[in-house]
T-cell receptor, first 117, second 114 residues
Framework: AQSVTQPDIHITVSEGASLELRCNYS??????LFWYVQSPGQGLQLLLKYFSGDTLVQGIKGFEAEFKRSQSSFNLRKPSVHWSDAAEYFC???????????????FGQGTRLTINP | EADIYQTPRYLVIGTGKKITLECSQT?????MYWYQQDPGMELHLIHY???????EKGDLSSESTVSRIRTEHFPLTLESARPSHTSQYLC?????????????FGPGTRLTVT
């Protein structure tokens, strides 16, 4: 079965410091991978996605992620965090369901990011 | 910004009441989804739809039901709310192509059943 693991439930970094959020997935085929961010009381916003091609993908808000098939990982990085980056971050793998092309996202448990001033 | 809306944003209701959570999107997407998210936990798919008059159950068993009479509208109903239904419910949609494409999420409805 497909699964996503985010080992870090909560991370605290100082403003201006670099950030790496870990994500490991389990999926038998070529994975379609996503990172979403959820601010308090809000829905999910897509940061970036990986379908194929270049294993380093760029997203919005200065985020990037690197797909490493050998490690089944898709870690999210940012070189310098801002206070506004404080939020919950979810890694997900996309899976087709049924025969009519619907898809489901299998999510990790999320990593809560706190920024120290 | 994606054009997907959910109402109400917050709902506190007593046990046994019937409730309907509304979800609408203006992007013309055929595929729509409902996820349930307990505090501090991952999202789980509870319902999805391929298009009008199509509904399917997701991975997580849910006592809720859904309908899809119009492309833009995908409401979720609980006939008799219970405290165990307390959770956040997120609606999403994706475009019409086959394959894995990003899902656009609404802001969610936080439901509390007392």
């Amino acid at each position: 079965a497909q699964s996503v693991t985010q080992p870090d439930i909560h991370i605290t970094v100082s403003e201006g410091a670099s950030l790496e959020l870990r994500c490991n997935y389990s999926y038998g085929a070529t994975p379609y991978l996503f990172w979403y961010v959820q601010s308090p009381g809000q829905g999910l916003q897509l940061l970036l996605k990986y379908f194929s091609g270049d294993t380093l993908v760029q997203g919005i808000k200065g985020f990037e992620a690197e797909f490493k098939r050998s490690q089944s990982s898709f870690n999210l990085r940012k070189p310098s965090v801002h206070w506004s980056d404080a939020a919950e971050y979810f890694c997900a793998v996309g899976v087709v369901v049924g025969i009519q092309g619907a898809q489901k996202l299998v999510f990790g448990q999320g990593t809560r990011l706190t920024i120290n001033p | 910004e994606a054009d997907i809306y959910q109402t109400p944003r917050y709902l506190v209701i007593g046990t046994g009441k019937k409730i309907t959570l509304e979800c609408s999107q203006t992007m013309g997407h055929d595929k729509m989804y409902w996820y349930q998210q307990d505090p501090g936990m991952e999202l789980h798919l509870i319902h999805y739809s391929y298009g009008v008059n199509s509904t399917e159950k997701g991975d997580l068993s849910s006592e809720s039901t859904v309908s899809r009479i119009r492309t833009e509208h995908f409401p979720l109903t609980l006939e008799s709310a219970r405290p165990s239904h307390t959770s956040q419910y997120l609606c999403a949609s994706s475009d019409n192509s086959y394959g894995i494409y990003e899902q656009y999420f609404g802001p969610g409805t936080r439901l509390t059943v007392t």
